[in-house]
């Protein structure tokens, strides 16, 4: 009876150590689960990161340019105010347009900066906004030559 009981307790021992090593190799399998679901979510957030960093490099080019196109604008009306100022009004008349180019080569200017500071705007809008002041000013500057 001493046997039998011995081997009802290792038959039972090994019954309840396979139902342990069963249950630990689910949980093993489980968290094997978990982890590459966690695995697979950092990559998609490791590429979105990527993804967000390239355009926020993309951006910065884009206002660089932007800041640049800016800064030769600028020189621009500075060349157009200078060559203003060097001609010489010899009647009332002209004086007076001389004032008057000079007002609206000082408002672009001042067009100018205002963009230049404004963070509020898209690069894209803001690229277009040189584009549309640019093309203003070469309107002017065609309306006023034949003068």
């Given at each position: ?7 009802l307790?290792?038959?039972?021992f090994?019954?309840?150590?396979g ?5 630990i190799?689910?949980q ?18 490791q ?9 926020q490099r993309?951006?910065?080019q884009?206002?660089e ?7 030769d ?24 347009e ?12 001042a067009?100018?900066a ?14 277009a ?19």
């Open positions: 009876m001493h046997v039998l009981s011995s081997r307790i290792t038959c039972a090994v019954l309840v150590s139902c342990a090593l069963s249950e190799k689910a093993n399998q489980q968290t094997q689960a978990r982890i590459d679901t966690k695995t697979e979510q950092l990559a998609r957030e590429s979105i990161q990527q993804d967000l960093i390239d355009a993309e951006l910065l884009q206002r340019e932007n800041q640049q196109r800016l800064s604008l600028d020189a621009r009306l500075d060349g157009l105010l200078r060559d203003n100022a060097r001609i010489a009004a010899q009647t009332k008349a002209q004086e007076k001389k004032a008057a180019i000079e007002a609206q080569l000082r408002k672009y200017r067009e100018n205002a963009l230049s500071r404004d963070t509020s705007v898209s690069a894209a809008a803001k690229e906004r040189i584009e549309e002041l640019k093309k203003q000013i070469d309107a002017y500057l065609k309306s006023i030559r034949p003068l």
